[in-house]
Nanobody, 119 residues
């Protein structure tokens, strides 16, 4: 059973940067792919980015490509979402998630952290 805890959310001005760490525990970190999702007020949850178990492959939603970077530190069992050039439309609750390598759906979720971008 994997437990995930996100931190690092907050209020930032448009154009600014923020880094969200997600600490994982209770499982084998190197066996899971890690992802970030977000849900804006009144909208559906959407995929943001994913990194595979080894860190060799990453995927991004078009809306964040070139501005967000996902990375992982296996020594710390932590995945990071580095966000730059933030826009007001990036305002959302950001969720860290994990899935087993051979499973298509995400089965483990963090509690979420609020990111608010002011214009």
């Amino acid at each position: 059973q994997v437990q995930l805890v996100e931190t690092g959310g907050g209020l930032v001005q448009a154009g600014g940067s923020l880094r969200l760490p997600c600490a994982a525990s209770g499982g084998t970190f190197t066996r899971v792919n890690m992802g970030w999702f977000r849900r804006a007020l009144g909208k559906e949850r959407e995929f943001v980015t994913e990194i595979n178990w080894s860190g060799s492959s990453t995927y991004y939603a078009d809306s964040v490509k070139g501005r967000f970077t996902i990375s992982r530190d296996s020594a710390k069992n932590t995945v990071y979402l580095q966000m730059a050039s933030l826009k007001p439309e990036d305002t959302a609750v950001y969720y860290c998630a994990a899935r087993q390598r051979q499973v298509a759906t995400y089965g483990y979720w963090g509690q979420g952290t609020q990111v608010t971008v002011s214009s």
